[in-house]
């Protein structure tokens, strides 16, 4: 993107940092949010990460203010901000619906947070905000005339042109197509790093957030179960749930056969799979090892003379082609199905289904996690019926009511 020297100078405002401290947001039969602690710096693009029901939207909603935590305290810039209002805090959010008003231009779209509270030079600071996205030149122009991804640009520069110190991205991209998300993941980073803000990413897309984000948090029942720079959280998960959410990987569970000073061996169907130590979590006794498909090499006979571990004969049940990559999934005895990217680099070099192969991998490549795929944390158990919310809100009121 462009940078606009303007646009630099009117937004260059640092944003300011965040702090959840043992924040909890409970339901009626379920807890969204279980004793969250986090601290986000200011300036920094942070991603939230997970399922659906994983409790990332309810932990933005609390710091948007759109919802009343059940226990702790949010801070923004070091102010405690956990009774306040929505309006009242350094706060905007982008949602994933542009919710543009479709009988207003662009220019006034953007100005009109301003206009209501009667800031001078409004209309300038929405020209601004609209040089920052690359949208002057359709400043006159109504929501209706602008494509998916230039309403999401005109969304985020009304975001923006309240300086708020935190702003808060709510799944923005999901409503895009895959190309045009994929250049607004880029766009999206790049405006961060122009007007210095601090970005809060609500989303499930793991491409997404490994794309644009410094820090990414995912999140599992309510709580945040690994945080990392993106490279770190793949390359090294601790647990079977970020391994298996965070791109896919291979899991295999074994005991602990032998250790030097820097390795260690788990034994699987009679093959000794070699791990670091320092890319383990445990040690000792029963423990879940894995690699990742990119990193597993298939042979068509068994290597011989290597440092490698292997393992096989397995046999490929399915072959994907994706363009850069084909996708094989081989069934090995004593395995299970095991997965591998392998990078297309030449014509009519692929394995097929049927064909019987080999699979290697480098044990640098492979890491131990904290826990095993089959243990479930059974911590929450969901309970959605509306019924419930209703009458909890009733109650609410009728508490109110009798305050008064």
């Not at 305290?73 to 982008?94: A, E, F, H, M, W």
């Not at 209706?144 to 009304?158: D, E, K, N, T």
């Not at 074994?254 to 799979?273: L, Q, Y």
């Not at 670091?276 to 445990?282: F, G, I, T, Y």
């Amino acid at each position: 993107m462009a940078e606009s020297s303007s646009s630099v100078r009117g937004f260059a405002e640092a944003g300011a940092d965040l702090s959840l401290v043992g924040v909890s947001k409970r339901f009626p039969g379920f807890t969204a949010i279980d004793d969250l602690f986090l601290d986000i710096p200011a300036g920094s693009f942070f991603a939230l990460l997970g399922p659906s029901g994983c409790g990332k939207t309810t932990t933005l909603r609390l710091v948007a203010g759109l919802e009343e935590p059940t226990q702790g305290k949010i801070l923004i810039g070091g102010k405690d901000v956990t009774n306040t209002t929505s309006y009242q805090r350094p706060v905007n959010t982008v949602f994933q619906s542009y919710a543009l008003f479709p009988h207003m231009t662009i220019l006034e779209n953007v100005a009109f947070g301003l206009r209501r509270r009667r800031i001078a030079d409004a209309e300038k600071l929405a020209k601004e905000a609209l040089d920052l996205v690359e949208l002057a030149h359709v400043a006159s122009r109504k929501p209706s005339q602008l494509s998916g991804g230039q309403q999401q640009r005109v969304a985020l520069a009304r975001a923006v042109v309240n300086r708020p110190a935190l702003l808060l991205l709510d799944e923005p991209l999901g409503a895009l197509d895959l190309k045009l998300r994929r250049q607004m993941q880029l766009e999206l980073k790049d405006i961060q790093s122009e007007v210095g803000l601090t970005f809060l990413h609500v989303t499930h897309d793991q491409e997404e957030a490994m794309t644009m984000a410094d820090t990414v948090a995912v999140m599992n029942h309510g709580r945040i179960e690994q945080m990392g720079a993106p490279e770190a959280l793949y390359e090294l998960p601790t647990t079977s749930f970020v391994a298996a959410f965070l791109g896919q990987s291979n899991l295999f569970t074994g005991d602990v056969t032998d250790s030097s000073a820097t390795t260690m061996t788990v034994g699987v169907a009679g093959v000794g799979i070699v791990v670091p130590l320092d890319r383990a979590q445990v040690h000792r006794g029963v423990v879940t090892v894995g690699v990742r498909p990119e990193k597993v090499t298939l042979h068509r006979e068994k290597p011989s003379g290597s440092n490698r571990t292997v393992i096989g004969p397995g046999r490929v049940t399915d072959a994907s082609f994706s363009g850069v990559s084909t996708q094989y999934t081989i069934a090995v005895p004593g395995f299970g199905d095991v997965t591998v990217f392998a990078q297309n680099t030449s014509l009519g070099d692929h394995a097929r289904p049927g064909d019987e192969v080999y699979l290697s991998w480098s044990p640098e490549h492979a890491f131990g996690l904290l826990d095993h795929p089959s243990v479930s944390s059974g911590k929450f158990v969901a309970d959605t019926d509306t019924g419930s919310l209703v009458v909890a809100e009733r109650e609410k009121l009728e508490a109110e009511l009798e305050e008064s």
